[in-house]
């Protein structure tokens, strides 16, 4: 072989390496779950999630580049494999559906280490004729962390989660708090709906808090304090027991005004805004000094609000943070990015345009409007990876179009000047793009329209 072959032999394999490393494979073959009183067989599984491009975001490499996550054989049979390692075949067992509703792993670097998160949400489903029927639906989310790399804890994480859901299904099963209604996946939680009250109790699982269960005679009768006097503007609740609860197995508590949930350091109380339940709280950190916008419910962030209580923090310094009612996991109120699986592509019209002047922008033929100098335009694209066209036009001037295609979890940004009387595109890097996407974060431009 001449060494010219080679050469070409090493770069094929190199590229076919590298586009290997920007997909990340997720295998169930190896995993096993136990569910105690579990007497179901699972006939079928049904992919019901609103993204179905992948299963999530790792990261890979020594940068913590984003690589998208896929199930290396596909979610149905990767879950088949899981059931079938777990589960013997009893015809007599009751056949059941499982759709999946949500299923999302990704992953969060601090200073001092890594977690591997996923988050899901499943249904159990009956067929009668040609109709579903929904007996439960439940979701969590399942976190692990380590000083080292935890990308390979995706499996364990989502094989636990499954089984945290099955197990949830059988307790609700034995104390009757099943149901049977249309499989359909707008249902309103029992919590958020019109006049519902809280009720006083115990909410044992996250499961319990949404579907408004509250045990309201627990075997161990408290009392609680409420700790509403500093300066974070966080109220934490300290209850006083009658014995020997085990804490760190309840979700929360309720006094029948307010839900306060246990993030292992203390229970703190939960706000309702719209549909929303809130709480307020510190922004963790990297080792670089960038904001790590939230974690799995009760871990990073628990610390951190039981710090704020008193640690000296006032309300200035305080983030807003929800509960996903789908899976439990405690989120920044505005959707993190570490949560989103898609491409940016931002068009940035020059402050150095006449003041004047107004540029006409179009995507893919669709109007997008008229560009005021130093204003921009936030576009989301989900997956997979297509070409955009984007043409630009000034009055009386020749329209210029150029396609780009945005690559996954990257930012791509369009330059929008206007030169010798007509629009042109360009495509800023290195500092220029750095210091705009920094000026667009910090609120130095508008944007055209009111960014959701």
């Known amino acids: ?3 010219s072959r080679i050469t070409l032999a090493f770069f ?6 590298f586009v290997r490393g920007n997909e990340f494979y997720i295998t169930l073959v190896n995993e096993k779950i ?3 009183g579990f007497m179901y067989r699972v006939v079928d599984i049904i992919d019901a999630r609103e993204q179905t491009y992948c299963i999530g975001i790792v990261q890979r490499g020594m940068g913590n580049k984003k690589v998208a996550a896929f199930f290396k054989a596909g979610m149905k049979a990767e879950f088949g494999y899981l059931f079938g390692n777990s589960f013997g075949v009893d015809a007599s067992n009751k056949p059941v559906i499982l759709r999946i509703n949500k299923l999302q792993v990704y992953e969060i670097t601090t200073s001092n280490r890594e977690m591997a998160i996923v988050e899901l949400n499943i249904s159990l489903l009956e067929k009668e004729g040609e109709q579903y029927i929904e007996i439960f639906e ?3 989310t399942v976190e692990r962390s380590s000083m080292m790399d935890v990308t390979s804890s995706h499996d364990k994480n989502i094989a636990q989660a499954l089984q ?6 059988v307790d609700r099963e034995y104390r009757g708090l099943t149901y049977r209604r249309p499989a ?3 249902h309103i939680y029992p919590i958020l709906q019109e006049g519902a009250a809280l009720k006083p109790g115990i909410f044992r699982t996250f499961n319990d808090f949404r579907d408004n269960t509250a045990q309201e005679n627990p075997a161990y009768p408290y009392t609680l304090e409420i700790n509403d006097k500093n300066k974070s503007g966080i109220v934490r609740a300290s209850p006083k027991w009658k014995g020997n609860p085990p804490v760190g197995e309840i979700w929360g508590l309720s006094d029948g005004q307010f839900a306060y949930i246990n993030l292992g350091s203390g229970f703190f109380r939960l706000t309702k805004e719209g549909d929303a339940f809130v709480l307020y709280g510190p922004s963790p950190r990297d080792g670089t000094g960038a904001v790590i916008l ?3 419910m009760g871990g990073i962030i628990g610390g951190l609000i039981a710090g704020a209580v008193s640690g000296g923090y006032s309300s200035r310094d305080m983030t807003k943070y929800r509960i996903d009612l789908s899976t439990g996991a405690m989120v920044p109120f505005e959707e993190p990015a570490y949560r989103r699986i898609e491409s940016r592509l931002i068009l940035f019209c020059s402050g150095f345009n006449d003041k004047e002047s107004r540029i006409a922008i179009t995507v893919n033929n669709q109007p997008v409007g008229d560009m005021p100098p130093g204003t921009y335009h936030r ?3 989900p997956p997979p990876e297509k070409p955009v066209e984007i043409c630009v036009n000034i009055p009386g001037g020749e329209k210029v179009c150029e396609t780009v295609t945005p690559e996954l979890f990257k930012t791509t940004v369009a330059l929008l000047r206007i030169r010798k009387g007509k629009a042109e595109i360009g495509w800023p890097g290195g500092d220029i793009r750095s210091n705009l996407l920094n000026d667009i974060k910090t609120g130095q431009y508008k944007p055209l329209q009111e960014e959701k």
């Open 184 to 186: 359909t996946t707008n």
């Open 12 to 17: 094929l394999l190199f590229l076919a390496n």
């Open 379 to 381: 576009l989301r694209l």
């Open 294 to 296: 939230g974690a799995a």
């Open 138 to 140: 439940t979701g969590v």
């Open 1 to 3: 072989m001449t060494s």
């Open 34 to 36: 136990t569910v105690p």
């Open 164 to 169: 945290n859901c099955l197990v949830e299904f």
